[in-house]
């Protein structure tokens, strides 16, 4: 049958699942956004507050559920109001479609109204992107875009799609998504044979799980692993929920605002194992002066991670859930480990620790939003010293449960994220664990939340600064607090409701139980709790940029 490129738009969303997209409409997506209208009972479209909240929704749906993420946006500003979330999503290996607008075939090239070359711009932070000029590629493009996205290390892909392509005609013959293939284990039984031999040799060995474990969905194995071998695990922040957070062997995060424990621990290791991270600046540091005494083993899906920034002995590239499988077969089972009974010491003798001085502070929060969601909630966060307390302090137990910007740190995420992860995960209380500093980048997506009934709550931790850049500021550059102070009187209780969410002030610690309760009862309804807390409040350990993990400043 003809259909119209518009059309065969929504029929290709319909054959890979999508039933939920976000955006925002204009002129060069017309002829999308009428053939949505007429396909609203099969794809729900969220009209978000601006395009950037469309990709963050996007990209907390995906991390929610594991499927890809959707939003559109219209040419030119639409388009590249998108980007900040696509290289959010490209950073963290999150599968997103981003479908942009785009003049007319006859006016490319002519610096037309609200053109721009949005493929050109996102060549570096997406996995692949098309321009369709053409209505009969129009469908295969969509297809390929989609499994791209999903296949081996996911991420962004944009299709940006002609007007005259979404107005023009041509057959449509529905297709079956194609199946992404079996990735094969990857490597051979004789690297098998030498990773088991080290793990069995290794008389200090630490495991660090990242984001790729449960991108592979390699949780069980990484368990199993950790238990037959008695070996500590750490995470990096991408990898919270990778492990269970209540689990005797789990150490923390490790790196720049890792736990003593965590950096004790890797820094006196013989054996480390790297799971699905990458080694990033902020877990490593002094590279010279990481791990100095261990091996390293290093397990992921992409080879061009391998030795990227700190050299492998024992490298494994492929298919995270087979490598682990196969070398759980061969290691030896340990009932009693000297080095785990010492690292468990350490974490009896360096717990985190907060002051309980009755005032108003950022841990106490958590620890009691821990409690009150019995440690069963979805937490979402904003980027800054918001992002490491709730990193720190809430403990996740399950995969997909910690949803944050961790590559690129993009301050305004996490509310566009909260309501992606809410409407894919209604069974589930999602809170946006936020600053006041990102929380004013984006705070208009409460106007989204308060639309369609999403009863997400965000965790505001006001201290009226920048927090995070003032803490340098304090640490490294001798209290110059330039431009990190914005007391600027905003009544954020007042804002929720002028939006026509609830607002909630709570100002010291005795309120926060009935407060958190209140918020947690809302069932159609977000809402915002302020909670007033002191502007010197911060976030520890901290590693001093450059130093190496073990030389922690601690509160």
Not at 272 to 295: L, M, Q, Y
Request: charged share 25%.
């Amino acid at each position: 049958m003809k259909l119209t490129g518009a059309q065969i738009l929504i029929e290709c969303l319909k054959e890979q699942g999508v039933d939920t997209v976000f955006g925002f409409p204009g002129g060069a997506v017309l002829n999308i956004y009428d053939a949505l209208y007429k396909a609203k009972d099969d794809i729900r479209h969220i009209l978000t507050s601006h395009e950037q909240g469309a990709s963050h929704a996007a990209d907390g749906y995906a991390r929610a559920t594991g499927k890809v993420g959707v939003c559109i946006a219209t040419s030119g500003p639409g388009a590249t109001n998108l980007v900040t979330g696509i290289a959010t999503a490209y950073m963290d290996s999150v599968p997103m479609v981003a479908i942009t607008g785009q003049v007319a075939t006859s006016l490319l090239g002519k610096d037309s109204f609200q053109e721009v070359d949005i493929t050109g711009i996102t060549i570096p932070i997406t996995k692949h992107n098309y321009i369709v000029k053409d209505v009969t590629k129009l469908a295969d493009t969509l297809r390929e875009a989609f499994y791209i996205a999903k296949e081996g290390r996911p991420g962004p892909v944009l299709v940006d799609i002609c007007k005259d392509v979404t107005a023009a005609l041509t057959e449509y013959e529905r297709k079956s998504p194609k199946a992404i293939g079996d990735i094969p284990i990857g490597v051979s039984e004789d690297i098998i044979d030498k990773a088991a031999e080290a793990i069995n040799n290794a008389k200090n060995p630490i495991i660090l799980a990242g984001g790729g474990v449960t991108i592979a969905g390699a949780n069980e194995e990484l368990l199993k692993l950790a238990e037959k071998c008695r070996i500590p695990v750490t995470n990096t922040l991408m990898g919270l929920g990778s492990f269970p957070g209540t689990h005797e062997l789990y150490t923390g995060l490790t790196g720049m605002h890792g736990t003593r424990t965590s950096n004790c621990a890797v820094s006196e290791s013989d054996l480390f194992i790297a799971i699905g991270a990458r080694f990033s600046d902020r877990v490593i540091s002094n590279v010279k002066k990481f791990a100095p005494e261990a091996k390293i083993m290093h397990i992921d899906i992409d080879p061009a991670e391998i030795g990227k920034n700190i050299v492998v002995h024992y490298p494994m590239t492929g298919n995270i859930k087979k490598i682990l499988k196969h070398i759980i077969a061969k290691v030896e089972k340990r009932k009693k480990s000297e080095w785990a009974d010492k690292v468990l010491e350490w974490k009896k003798e360096f717990p985190l620790k907060y002051q309980n001085d009755g005032i108003l502070r950022p841990h106490y929060i958590l620890d009691r939003i821990y409690e009150l969601t019995k440690g069963e909630a979805i937490i979402t966060t904003e980027v800054g010293q918001n992002q490491i307390w709730a990193a720190q302090i809430y403990k996740y137990n399950n995969p997909r449960q910690f949803i944050s910007s961790g590559g690129l740190g993009t301050m305004g995420y996490g509310l566009g994220a909260c309501i992606g992860a809410q409407l894919a995960r209604p069974d589930k209380k999602v809170i946006n664990v936020a600053g006041d500093g990102s929380f004013r980048m984006n705070l208009t997506e409460l106007a989204t939340a308060v639309e369609y009934k999403v009863p997400v709550i965000i965790a505001l931790l006001n201290n009226h600064v920048l927090g995070m850049v003032r803490q340098w500021q304090e640490l490294f550059y001798d209290s110059r607090f330039s431009s990190t102070t914005i007391d600027r009187g905003t009544n954020f209780v007042a804002l929720a409701e002028a939006f026509g969410a609830m607002g909630i002030n709570v100002t010291k610690p005795e309120e926060v139980d009935d407060a958190v309760k209140k918020a947690l009862e809302s069932k159609d309804r977000p809402v915002v709790i302020n909670f007033e807390i002191d502007r010197d409040d911060k976030v520890f350990p901290i590693v001093p940029p450059g130093a190496p993990i073990i030389e922690l400043i601690e509160e």
